[in-house]
């Protein structure tokens, strides 16, 4: 048995009252921002490190939350199976399994929360 998955995923979670946001200095909703991974625009700052993102950004408008991953999965198995007649009435039956599963997670979980001043 083998497998080789790659999956990709992308969940933009939209606040409609995130685009009415207004702050002291008068400006209205959240600045744009981008995957953490995408360190052209955000810079190496806090958590942020080059890596996996589907889309370079600014996420879209209304966007406070978004889940960028992309999962890796590669799995081998090998089974087998045998019988021995100890009689005619009788057998025994032996079998072994090896599996091997290499899972790889890339990329990152971003948000808008906090962000009004400057593009994150």
Avoid at 38 to 47: A, H, L, P, Y
Avoid at 74 to 79: A, E, P, T, V
């Amino acid at each position: 048995f083998y497998s080789d998955l790659e999956l990709a995923e992308r969940n933009d979670f939209v606040y409609p009252g995130s685009t009415q946001v207004a702050y002291t200095d008068g400006s209205i909703g959240f600045a744009p921002n981008y995957p953490l991974t995408q360190t052209d625009v955000t810079g190496e700052i806090g958590s942020a490190s080059p890596g996996y993102y589907s889309v370079a950004g600014p996420f879209p408008e209304g966007v406070i939350f978004r889940n960028d991953i992309l999962r890796t999965d590669q799995q081998m198995g090998l089974f087998g199976e045998t019988t021995f007649d100890i009689s005619d009435q009788f057998a025994i039956t032996a079998g072994a399994r090896y599996y091997d599963v290499e899972v790889d997670l890339e990329g990152s979980a971003n948000s808008s929360f906090f962000n009004l001043f400057a593009d994150t």
